[in-house]
């Protein structure tokens, strides 16, 4: 419902909800593959989860798991989404470091494959909101282009 007061039209949407991070990847490789689709968004890179940590014990340690699940699909979807000409959009949230004194406390998921094969990166931020007297109509938000291989970046 809310795709379609957004304008997006719902009969050429293809929704998939893999059960693993694996799965997720392997189907946005096969889309992209196939030519098929101008656009994909994979939301989000924090529900990513690797088989393994889905599959283990609770109190299981994947230290760095993620990361290399996203870093050894990157590598194979580099060369698909050129040729393809495809847009494959991440999103991906926002963590907090713990303990951090100096520099920036927030860090992103996934480890650092994203930042680096990426050609635009965006930070968006909702800074407020837009009411029509008492109800909530909207959000209004900040992007700053982080990084942009296509364009000067830092652009707010």
Do not use: W
Request: aromatic share 4%.
């Amino acid at each position: 419902v809310y795709a379609k007061k957004l304008g997006v039209n719902i009969d050429e949407l293809i929704v998939s909800q893999p059960d693993t991070g694996e799965q997720a990847l392997e189907i946005v490789d096969t889309l992209v593959r196939s030519n098929a689709i101008d656009i994909l968004v994979v939301d989000s890179v924090a529900a990513l989860v690797p088989r393994a940590e889905i599959e283990g014990e609770m109190g299981d340690s994947h230290v760095g798991l993620q990361a290399r699940l996203m870093s050894q699909a990157l590598r194979k979807l580099t060369g698909s989404i050129s040729r393809s000409r495809c847009m494959v959009i991440f999103i991906n949230q926002v963590r907090m470091k713990i303990g951090v004194m100096y520099g920036n406390p927030e860090t992103t998921t996934g480890g650092n494959a994203l930042k680096f094969y990426a050609s635009v990166r965006l930070d968006i931020r909702r800074t407020g909101q837009i009411k029509d007297r008492d109800e909530i109509t909207g959000n209004t938000t900040r992007v700053k282009v982080v990084k942009n291989k296509v364009a000067p970046p830092f652009k707010q």
